[in-house]
């Protein structure tokens, strides 16, 4: 199999790549920068990521995408929520992370990102695009969801001479599922980034920080990332 893959440095991105080397040629990675508060370490450590991999890579700019959206992932003047551990457990009220994804959604993403990959994918005819789509966070995404996967397949089936795919290796996994994954496979997750901020460490507060708190208490491990920073 050949394929493009989507690469935030996230957690998700990262052991996704690492879950498809075995039996997939990855022709390219796409690093996106449109506007996130965390560029500039997700493009850092995503260069890292490719590096360690021996991949080729391109970073592309969409920063057009701030001029349509107030999310707070790209506007600095709107507070990213915080959330606790117990907000984010089952036993929560679900509005609270429902509210949450609201205030970070950035309007299509996902299917502008994957859409552009797909053309990356069929002009170097190339089979798959890679994604970091997961059981934990199609809840509230619904771009993360296995029904937008088969949508979007089916949208790339008119729109691709090839008939691109989407390719969700995480799709059926929690957090703590894909860290378990990520050891076993020796993913560099002391290059992956989760913080929706871009400062020198992760802030521990916002929802992505949480949830990856959660997933590496819950798998009886250190955070690589944190260990490096000399933060645990």
Same mark, same amino acid.
């Given at each position: 199999m050949t394929a493009i893959a989507l690469l935030s440095s996230g957690l998700d991105s990262v052991? $996704?790549?690492?879950?498809?080397?075995?039996?997939?040629?990855v022709k390219m990675a796409l690093i996106f920068n449109y506007g996130?508060?965390?560029?500039?370490?997700?493009?850092?450590? $995503?260069?890292?990521?490719?590096? @360690?991999?021996?991949?080729?890579?391109?970073?592309l700019d969409i920063t057009w995408m701030q001029e349509i959206t107030n999310t707070s992932l790209v506007n600095t003047n709107t507070d990213v929520p915080k959330l606790s551990m117990d907000e984010i457990s089952e036993d929560?009220? /679900? $509005?609270?992370?429902v509210e949450s994804a609201k205030a970070v959604?950035?309007?299509?993403?996902?299917?502008?990102?994957?859409?552009?990959?797909?053309?990356?994918?069929e002009s170097m005819d190339c089979e798959y695009v890679i994604v970091g789509f997961n059981k934990e966070e199609a809840v509230t995404f619904p771009d993360n $969801? /296995?029904?937008?996967i088969t949508a979007i397949d089916d949208s790339?089936?008119?729109?691709?001479?090839?008939?691109?795919?989407v390719l969700a290796p995480l799709i059926g996994m929690n957090k703590k599922e894909i860290v378990a994954r990520a050891i076993e496979l020796k993913a560099p997750l002391e290059y992956s980034w989760?913080?929706? @901020?871009?400062a020198d460490a992760p802030c521990g507060e916002c929802e992505s920080c949480t949830r990856r708190r959660r997933a590496f208490e819950a798998a009886g491990a250190k955070? /690589?990332?944190l260990v490096r920073l000399g933060k645990q």
């Open positions: 052991t $996704s790549v690492a879950a498809v080397l075995e039996k997939t040629d996130q508060r965390a560029v500039k370490r997700e493009i850092q450590n $995503s260069i890292k990521v490719c590096e @360690h991999f021996g991949l080729d890579y391109r970073v929560a009220d /679900p $509005s609270i992370t959604w950035v309007p299509n993403r996902n299917g502008i990102l994957i859409n552009i990959a797909a053309a990356y994918a $969801s /296995p029904e937008f790339l089936s008119y729109s691709t001479q090839n008939g691109v795919k989760s913080c929706y @901020h871009g955070d /690589p990332l």
